[in-house]
Structure formats: C-alpha cells, structure tokens
C-alpha cells in the first residue's frame, strides 16, 4: 500500500515538472518569436500625445521653458 502511494506520488510529481517545463518553454519561444517580428517590423515611432493633438505644437502649454506674461 505505501509502495503504490509513493510511486502515486512520484508520478504527479513527474507530471507537474513535466507541465511546468512545457509553460516555460513555450514562454521562452513565444518571446523569441515576438521579439523576432518586431525587428522585422523596424523601430517603433515614438509616442507623444501632445503631438499627436490637431494643431498642437508637439508642446503641452507653458513647457516652452520661456516666461510669457499678459498685460
């Protein structure tokens, strides 16, 4: 009875190793693909919301780094 428990035992063992190793791996190949289609695809552009606003200087108001003031 105890001999059937411990191989019971080692054998979900086994299977939980098992199980994680193939997470891992596809994890591992899954990030190598990724990363393998975004530098086929060329830099990101840069994103700036304040450019992307129609009309906007590319500036949020008063980052110009100069004092303006109002009479």
Known sequence: MIERLRELIGAVSFHRGLALGAL???????STIWARIRDARGPAPELDPAAAQPGGSGAAPGTSGTATTTD
């Open 24 to 30: 891992v791996g596809s994890a591992i190949a899954g």
